[in-house]
């Protein structure tokens, strides 16, 4: 994996979220605009979450020594979670301002102005998820960070295109004599766009977990490991292998046990470690990501 590039492509993400940040913080606060407030708000998050990714993939970068003794793929996960927790706690808190607005009686809106805030969202945040999915993710495929990002910018550019179409809505009802149902579409929009928004991080905030707990991977992830596997094991003689496979972060984490059927067949240590090796260059080839391998030999099957 590129690291580099991955490094690049992250910072290349900050730079816009950071920018839309400060335009939607400035915009909101000029036009009174609780929607454009809470964009500012989502937008200024996932820059201080997208710099935690870019220290995330530097520090996964390093490898292993001796404070991480099994690499530091376990990073990731973490980074995804601290950003999926704190995406939903800012969609709870916009939810339930909105709500109180709603019921307390929404001030007016300048319908002209969020749509064309809007378009330019739409414009901008396309573009951005755009690059990272089409050059980002391309070069760096088994990288959950740019994942997370690219998917991050797709639904920033489809809350944009709500925003523009409730603004939109806002400007017809003002022609046509409603101003005041007009001036309720601001906080329904805030509230349309939590309900919508809110599943990306819960899904995120799942598999966050499932790294940290080092959990299966998908079924096809194990399924070619373990036809690899026992394809080396039939080579070299043994009755069967027990394969124990997990996922830890952007790594895959293998403890591999060969079950030899006669007790006392003897194998050296050299042919030991040709064995390893030779399962490790297999698995190599076949997953382009980090892995973590443990290899041992067994009669006993309930010990593998």
């Not at 805030?190 to 080092?214: D, H, K, S």
């Not at 030899?260 to 390893?276: L, V």
Request: proline fraction near 3%.
């Amino acid at each position: 994996m590129n690291t580099r590039h991955e490094q690049n492509i992250l910072t290349f993400s900050a730079v816009g979220a950071l920018f839309f940040a400060i335009l939607a913080l400035v915009w909101g606060w000029l036009t009174h605009s609780q929607m454009i407030m809470f964009d500012g708000i989502y937008s200024f998050i996932s820059l201080v979450l997208t710099i935690l990714y870019f220290y995330a993939a530097r520090s996964i970068a390093m490898g292993r020594d001796g404070n991480f003794p099994f690499g530091r793929a376990q990073i990731e996960p973490l980074a995804v979670s601290l950003q999926s927790i704190f995406l939903i706690v800012i969609c709870m808190k916009a939810f339930s301002g909105a709500v109180i607005t709603l019921f307390s009686g929404a001030p007016d809106i300048n319908s002209l102005s969020g749509m064309l805030y809007a378009t330019i969202g739409v414009i901008g945040c396309f573009g951005f998820w755009y690059y990272i999915v089409n050059v980002g993710v391309k070069k760096s495929p088994n990288s959950e960070l740019l994942k997370t990002q690219g998917g991050q910018w797709f639904m920033d550019t489809l809350l944009s295109l709500a925003v523009l179409i409730g603004f939109f809505t806002a400007y017809i009802l003002q022609l046509v004599g409603y101003e005041q149902y007009a001036r309720y579409m601001d906080p329904l929009m805030v509230i349309v766009a939590v309900l919508f928004f809110v599943r990306e991080p819960l899904v995120a905030l799942v598999g966050g977990i499932r790294g940290l707990l080092i959990m299966a991977p998908e079924k096809t992830v194990y399924s070619a490991s373990k036809e690899v596997i026992k394809e080396v094991a039939k080579q070299r003689g043994f009755e069967d292998v027990v394969l124990r496979l997990g996922k830890a972060g952007r790594g895959l984490v293998y403890e591999v046990s060969f079950v030899a059927k006669d007790p006392n067949n003897s194998c050296s240590i050299g042919e030991m470690d040709a064995i390893h090796r030779e399962v490790e260059e297999r698995l190599r080839k076949l997953f382009d990501t980090p892995l973590w391998l443990s290899v041992s030999f067994v009669h006993d099957r309930k010990l593998g």
